[in-house]
């Protein structure tokens, strides 16, 4: 970013200057940068009350352009902007005043260089908030699995029964359905005897029979049942969302309102003339391109305490007959192939000696992965010979003077 | 060359009065948490342990906390747990033998092994000591006993009658949901698990002082026997028993009797102190005493010859102590060497005396005391400004200084080699090494400015942050140097990301300080008008800030990429993260608002006042939240304190605005003055 404009006798910048001028400015830095701060605060305070995956949503998500801040449970009836658009701005303001309007000459070189590292880093958040993948992959110990699951996304899933084994698996994503709370939406499967017609989307439901509880607020009934809503958990991963799907023939005629809920034990099971199908809404699984076996679990304790020392998780992995084996433990995660792998925890819980173990690893798929690391010693680079060079200069300025005086 | 500027003396003896009412107030605070009980308790009968019986059990390895560590290191946490305190003090007979004639009692100061020997070893002495620290007398009058002062202490034959009451309504309080219990229940349930802990304490040798009563097989010829000659037998018991269930189906009156005995006493001895290390090579959990008797009795024992024997050298011991204190630490010294030898075998002995030689040095105490010399001098130094007693107190305080952060380092390092990890873990580590590297800081920028204002700053902030750490320790009552949780326990990235990023804290810290200086010079006066002084101020703050920003940012992204690392995620808006994004952020802002123009140099110092709380808020702040992964567990009732510095600072900011205030009003009030009155134009002759 380049110094204010200094006061001269030429003719008054166009609207278009001035506007680069306010967007590469030090004001718009300033006042951006002490947003971000109060987001960040704001959201620190409100993830107590709200949940962490709420308040992200609420505060850092593009969809977010503006927010209103709780505090203690009280809406604080000051929009503020979304963060996502905050840091958007930033690295615009950024690029413009802190790479490409910036006085340019070997002095302002560390500045340039650290300036380029934060786009690196916000550039590397936006990469991760529209493209990461999460989910977890819990495998008993001689085990073998090959699917992810999402932490959060609930996906409607159709499949065909064959010889008691699901075939012809087609996936509503959670994004084509989240939007449903008062609407419906038809989902044509050219490849099946029928459409769905998914409504009612609810993010965290559980299904209730008439006969226990009546409905109170005029829910849909389905075969006796009907979606009680329920407030969005603190901790998100324990939503069980639902919603209703109708069965749309070729003809146009629908079905009954059927109930298809997280919550639910088992699939809906559908008789389409000789063929059977199941209708299910559950977290969405990932196939990840290679199989992952467990050898062996080991959990290690401080001994006479509770306190872990250790979890280590040996494994296989398979891909295309080609088998490597590998150790993933705390801080040491295996990264193939644009997939890390986590030790995230281990079951059962209170295990006894001799009992099997499984391990659960968290699966991330994100492109910018390392981006944050490679963004540091950029940043580190530049500030250090920023800093340093202010540094060197004043001590030699005090030398000086004190040896004047 | 430029006058010495004139100083107002007014301001100066303010400031003073400021240190001095700071001081008192630290003073007293450290007064109240080190007071006893209001009357001193006498004990009948008690004799003071020989130097030499102390010594020896001090270096006695445990194990406690998944490490083992000396018996004065328990010893010490144990005490600060139940009594609050690392020193207790009790009447008890003159030791003098010839001042007892005319003094029959003297006060004695109990260090922690002194007070667990006592509780091991004497418990009918013990029980009578002031031993439960209860902060809150509501605590002891709802289970029906006569409560003293608010925050009081008791001995165990105090609360003894309520035992029972107590025990029920600590189990009722502990049904409730943690993060729903109110501060007097959190105190009900601990004062009732510190009596257990007493308890198992006191009870802990009672096999060794009481023996077993064997009856014979029709109820005569009753005896008193050792537990370890019972252990010996214990094949033979096993055979007795089967036999007997084969031929008649149950277990002979004799025999069982005898067991529930043997039960009772281990149970008794199962809990607390675990000295002896493991004889079977595969294990390294070690032992109880009551571990070590049942592994016996039901032959689980890997080497049932040497946990015998162990038993065997531990009555020895207590029984010892009816005879003579040589004689007993003859006992306790071959006790010592079989538990050493056996530690030593397993490199487990590694660190235990160096450990034991650190509480005894308490180098922090030392520091403090250095720190507190230090702010004396320091103020001297201020009123003394500009005559040769100025300098000569200049250089005491650098010494007295120094020397404080010397010790703070030798302690630090010490803690280093025990724990075999960098010196940052827990949030202990980091007020000792935030009041360490600060005081370090302080003392270059007095190498690079020589204006002093660091150097006095250095030793009472010294003091301050020496207090936080003992307040903490004693509030906590945790032994800081137990290993970490396996997410943690990295020495790669605890070096190099906890140590920038609260090395960052100790930054923004500084920062505040030297403009909480500024303010105060500045606004009494105290700087005289020079702008030399001011200027360096602000270059030091100016400084100061961007180094926080580079540990701040560097530690942040570091921490990052270590949770990417750990957890598959560079950023988790953990409360810990966010606090630390907020201290980067803020002093962005500083930055680019002051490259804009937007603050000046009273802008400047403000922005670095409220940058302590933006720190004050991610060390310690969002502890109290209970959500994330960096979460220490604290009660909402230890938040005073930090409110109170929250407004100190917002105090500070709003005077110096009204400074600025003034100032500026002055200085247009003698603009006016000096302009000269509009002069008519004289029109032009040519």
Redesign the interface.
């Known amino acids: 970013?380049s110094?204010?404009s200094q006061s001269s006798p030429k003719a008054p910048a166009s609207y278009a200057r001035r506007f680069f001028d306010w967007l590469s400015?030090?004001?718009l830095?300033?006042v951006l940068?002490?947003l971000?701060?109060i987001l960040?605060?704001l959201?620190?305070l409100e993830?107590?009350d709200s949940g962490?995956y709420a308040?992200?949503n609420k505060y850092f998500d593009w969809k977010a352009p503006f927010i209103l801040p709780e505090i203690n449970g009280k809406t604080v009836p000051i929009p503020l902007p979304g963060g996502y658009w905050v840091c958007a701005l930033l690295t615009v303001n950024l690029a413009l005043g802190g790479v490409l309007r910036i006085r340019k000459g070997l002095k302002q070189i560390p500045n340039i260089i650290s300036h380029s590292g934060i786009i690196i880093?916000l550039i590397?958040?936006g990469v991760?908030h529209h493209f990461s993948e999460?989910g977890n992959l819990a495998v008993g110990e001689g085990e073998t699995s090959n699917v992810a699951e999402d932490y959060f996304e609930y996906v409607v899933e159709v499949a065909e029964i064959l010889d008691n084994k699901p075939t012809a698996i087609h996936v509503i994503r959670g994004a084509q359905i989240e939007d449903l709370e008062t609407s419906s939406r038809l989902f044509r499967f050219p490849n099946l005897p029928f459409d769905l017609e998914i409504g009612g989307y609810q993010e965290n439901a559980q299904p209730i029979a008439a006969t226990e509880r009546a409905p109170e607020n005029g829910e849909l009934m389905a075969d006796g049942y009907y979606l009680q809503s329920k407030p969005g958990e603190k901790n998100a991963e324990a939503n069980t969302a639902g919603c209703y799907a109708k069965v749309v023939e070729r003809d146009g005629t629908r079905s009954d309102p059927i109930i298809l809920a997280g919550a639910s034990f088992h699939p809906y099971t559908l008789r389409h003339g000789n063929r059977i199908f199941t209708l299910d809404m559950r977290k969405r699984l990932w196939v990840m391109p290679f199989d992952l076996t467990l050898n062996k679990f080991t959990a290690e304790?401080?001994?006479?305490?509770t306190?872990?020392?250790?979890?280590i998780s040996q494994v296989t992995r398979t891909e295309n007959g080609q088998k490597a084996n590998a150790t993933i433990q705390?801080?040491?995660?295996l990264r193939y192939e644009g997939l890390?792998f986590?030790q995230?925890s281990y079951g059962p819980p209170g295990a006894g000696p001799g009992q099997k173990l499984y391990s659960v690893f968290?699966?991330?798929k994100n492109p910018a992965?390392k981006w944050?690391?490679y963004?540091?010693w950029v940043?580190?680079v530049g500030?250090?010979l920023?800093?340093g060079l202010?540094?060197v200069l004043?001590?030699r300025s005090?030398f000086h003077h004190?040896s004047h005086? | 060359?430029q006058a010495t500027p004139e100083r107002s003396l007014t301001g100066r003896w303010i400031a003073f009065g400021v240190v001095i009412a700071l001081l008192i107030a630290v003073l007293a605070l450290l007064a109240r948490d080190m007071k006893p009980e209001s009357t001193l308790r006498k004990i009948e009968g008690y004799r003071p342990w020989a130097k030499e019986t102390v010594r020896l059990a001090e270096t006695l390895p445990v194990?406690?906390?998944?490490?083992i560590k000396p018996f004065s290191t328990y010893a010490g946490f144990t005490m600060l747990r139940l009594y609050g305190s690392r020193s207790m003090k009790i009447d008890a007979p003159n030791p003098d033998k010839i001042k007892v004639s005319s003094k029959p009692f003297a006060t004695l100061e109990l260090a922690p092994t002194d007070w667990l020997l006592d509780c091991l070893f004497r418990p009918s002495l013990a029980v009578d000591f002031p031993s439960f620290r209860i902060d809150n007398s509501a605590v002891v009058e709802a289970v029906g006993i006569t409560a003293g002062n608010k925050r009081d202490r008791y001995s165990y034959r105090d609360l003894e009658p309520a035992r029972d009451k107590l025990m029920e309504l600590g189990k009722s309080y502990e049904a409730i949901e943690s993060a729903k219990r109110d501060t007097f229940q959190n105190q009900t349930i601990d004062l009732a698990y510190n009596v257990r802990l007493f308890e198992s304490l006191i009870g802990y040798f009672g096999f060794a002082r009481t023996g077993i009563t064997m009856q014979g097989p029709e109820g005569q010829g009753a005896r008193t026997t050792e537990l370890s000659t019972v252990m010996q037998t214990a094949p033979i018991i096993r055979d007795v028993i089967t036999k007997s269930q084969k031929e008649t189906g149950k277990v002979p009156e004799h025999v069982q009797a005898l067991l529930e005995q043997v039960l009772d006493a281990s149970n008794f001895s199962k809990f607390g102190l675990?000295l002896l290390p493991p004889s079977d090579a595969n294990?390294?959990?070690?032992l109880s005493a009551g571990n070590a008797i049942m592994e016996v009795m039901t032959q689980q024992s890997a080497n049932p010859e040497e946990s015998i024997a162990d038993i065997k050298q531990l009555e020895a011991t207590v029984q010892a102590i009816g005879s003579s204190e040589d004689e007993f630490r003859a006992q306790l010294g071959k006790l010592s060497t079989r538990l050493i030898g056996r530690a030593k075998q397993d490199n487990q002995y590694r660190a235990v005396e160096l450990e034991a030689s650190y509480y005894r040095a308490d180098w922090f105490m030392n520091a403090l005391k250095l720190y507190f010399l230090g702010t004396f001098l320091a103020i001297g130094m201020v009123m003394a400004a500009g005559k040769t007693s100025g300098k000569v107190f200049f250089w005491l305080c650098a010494v007295a200084t120094a020397s404080g952060f010397l010790v703070s380092v030798i302690a630090i390092v010490q803690r280093c080699i025990i724990m075999q990890r960098p010196p940052i873990g827990n949030l202990y580590d980091t007020i000792i090494f935030i009041c360490t590297l600060v005081i370090a800081l302080a003392l270059f920028i007095e190498f690079?400015?020589?204006k002093r204002f660091a150097l006095a700053l250095a030793p009472l902030v010294g003091v301050g942050l020496v207090l936080l750490a003992r307040k903490f320790e004693i509030g906590e009552a945790k032994d800081h140097m137990?290993?970490l949780?396996?997410?943690l326990?990295?020495n790669y990235?605890l070096t190099i990301h906890v140590i920038t990023v609260t090395a960052g804290y100790a930054g923004g810290l500084l920062t505040a300080a030297i403009s909480f200086v500024y303010v105060l010079l500045r606004g009494f006066g105290l700087d005289g008008g020079d702008r030399d002084l001011r200027r360096s101020l602000t270059?030091v703050t100016y400084?100061c800030v961007?180094?926080t920003?580079?540990l701040s940012?560097?530690g942040t992204?570091?921490g990052?990429?270590?949770a990417?690392?750990?957890?598959?995620?560079?950023?988790?808006?953990d409360?810990k993260e966010?606090?630390a994004?907020?201290i980067v952020?803020?002093n962005?802002?500083i930055l680019?608002?002051r490259?804009?123009?937007?603050i000046k140099e009273w802008g400047l110092h403000f922005c670095s006042l409220f940058g302590s709380c933006?720190v004050a808020?991610s060390w310690w702040h969002?502890n109290f939240?209970?959500?994330g992964l960096h979460t220490y567990g604290f009660t909402n009732d230890k938040q005073t304190m930090l409110w109170v510095f929250y407004y100190i600072i917002l105090a500070v900011i709003i005077f110096g605005i009204i400074v600025r205030a003034i100032e500026e009003s002055n200085k247009r009030i003698a603009s006016a003055a000096s302009t000269s009155p509009d002069v008519p134009k004289v029109p032009e002759l040519f």
């Open positions: 970013m110094s204010p400015g030090f004001g830095a300033t940068l002490l971000l701060g960040t605060w959201a620190t993830q107590r962490l308040t992200l880093l590397g958040g991760t999460r304790f401080y001994p006479g305490t306190r872990p020392k250790k979890f705390m801080n040491e995660p890390t986590f995230a968290e699966v991330v992965d944050p690391e963004s540091l940043v580190v500030l250090t920023q800093f202010k540094l004043f001590i005090r004190a005086s | 060359m194990q406690d906390g998944g490490r675990f294990s390294t959990a070690w690079l400015t020589r137990d290993p949780v396996a997410v326990n990295s990235w270059k400084g961007c180094l920003l580079l940012l560097t992204v570091l990052g990429i270590w990417n690392d750990s957890w598959g995620r560079f950023w988790g808006w409360p966010n606090g994004l907020m952020l803020w962005l802002v680019h608002a490259l804009g123009g937007y933006v808020f969002v939240f209970n959500t």
